[in-house]
């Protein structure tokens, strides 16, 4: 069990001060992935970064209560729902799997309709990333779930 | 003209990136190296950041990232060097002398009274 | 795209090449990790001149923010693995720890199973060595044999430490890095 903090004062005051920024950038990356560079993984790889360098640096306590170990198969599985669901969304509607021009919303043009379901699916794809890494962390270190 | 004065920037900061990558190879223990690295690197980066800041092909939005970039390697880089040494000299890592020093220690002892 | 970039992506690109060189041969771990921390401050410079001499500044700028933002978790896991294994060997040295001031304790999970099939090969290794020089003493004449007898009761103790050193440094030599047994 990895107990306590990182004995540098310096390490563990710069990390505390860049984590949140680091995982505002990932939010970022998730956020416009859809016509810059990155997407869902590489933001998902980003917010769980910015999770790690907390449980990394600070108190076991303080870090494993701001973000607790049961939010990563959560945050995993409500991902992966989220991608099947609205990746089924067109099928009822004739369309095919992930074809949201198919589904047909008053006022909405397919074009924007597309537009939506690539960025619902992008947040789906880092959610499901960030928490499988956060996942993977805990496994590492041997943190059981409470 | 601000070309100009970007180019010199980066030119002033490159060589201080080729002077720590040179002392990198030819410094002889961990400490200079580290040495090296943390600072001379990060005074070249801020040189070649603030040359391409002049750079007429920036404009507002990249001015911004390239000024988070900035901080952020001026804030990590030394910072993760840190945390390699300190763990490096609590691991027991030797610096590197020119003369023994326990050797030393017994001669000044026998000099002096 | 000027010359002038141009010329500044090559000078980058050649460091980072002789950077790598001491990522190769560098005698420490510590110091192959430093030469990491230098590639990896180029590979942004890089990012960033590409991203002006493109003339893509928002695309390139972005992945080198990125690129930085996760060159800087490298250093931090590492340092607190090795500060963890420095803690260890404080307490079994029996010297004070004073001078870290908060506990920390050795991470266990997958690292530990890691380090149990390590000491178990290291054990495979040790009585493979034994079973070899014993066999060369037989195949020796007799006179030498009582020799190499006597000398081993002699030095029986002093010698199997030495074995043991030896197969661990080749071990090690092989398997890097040298991981933990249970906390």
Known sequence: MMTGSYPSEVVRVVCALLSPFILLFGIYVIAHGHYGPGGGFAGGVFVAVGVILPRLTLQEELAFKLVPTALG?????????LFLLIGTVPLLTGGAFLDYGAVEVAGVEPARMRYLGILVVEVAVGLAVSGAMLMLFDVLVARRTR | MTTFIANALIGVGLAFITTSTIALIIMPDLYTRAHAVAKSETLGLLLIFGGVFFRPE???????????????????????????????????????????????DQELRRLLP | ??????????????????????????????????????????GVVVLVL???????????????????????????????????????EV?????????????????????????????????????????????????????????????????????????????????????????????
Do not use: C
Request: hydrophobic share 50%; net charge negative; no cysteine.
């Open chain 1, 73 to 81: 198969p959560v945050a995993a599985g409500v991902g992966l729902l």
């Open chain 2, 58 to 104: 920036l404009d507002l939005p990249s001015a911004a990232r390239l000024g988070l970039i900035l901080v952020f390697s001026l804030i990590a880089n030394p910072t993760a060097v840190h945390a390699l040494v300190r763990a490096a000299t609590r691991l027991g890592a030797k610096p590197w002398t020119v003369v023994d020093q326990e050797l030393a």
């Open chain 3, 1 to 42: 795209m000027s010359t002038f970039l141009v010329i500044a992506l090559l000078t980058v690109a050649i460091l980072i090449a002789i950077g790598l060189y001491r990522v190769w041969a560098g005698p420490t771990v510590f110091d192959r990790l430093i030469a990491v921390a230098l590639v990896s401050v180029n």
């Open chain 3, 50 to 88: 590409l991203g002006v001499a493109l003339e893509r500044p928002v695309l390139l700028f972005d992945i080198a923010l990125g690129f930085a933002l996760l060159a800087f978790l490298l250093p931090i896991t590492l340092g607190r693995y090795f500060e963890a294994r420095m803690a260890r």
């Open chain 3, 91 to 183: 307490v079994e040295d029996g010297v004070s720890s004073r001078d870290t001031p908060t506990t920390h304790t050795v991470p266990h999970g997958l690292l530990a199973d890691r380090g149990r099939a390590f000491e178990q090969r290291l054990a495979q290794r040790v009585r493979r060595q034994a079973a070899a020089t014993r066999e060369q003493s037989l195949s020796r004449g007799v006179e030498e044999r009582r020799q190499v007898a006597e000398d081993d009761a002699v030095r029986a103790g002093d010698e199997r430490r030495a074995d043991e050193r030896r197969a661990e440094d080749e071990l090690r030599a092989e398997d890097v890095p040298p991981a933990e047994d249970e906390a």
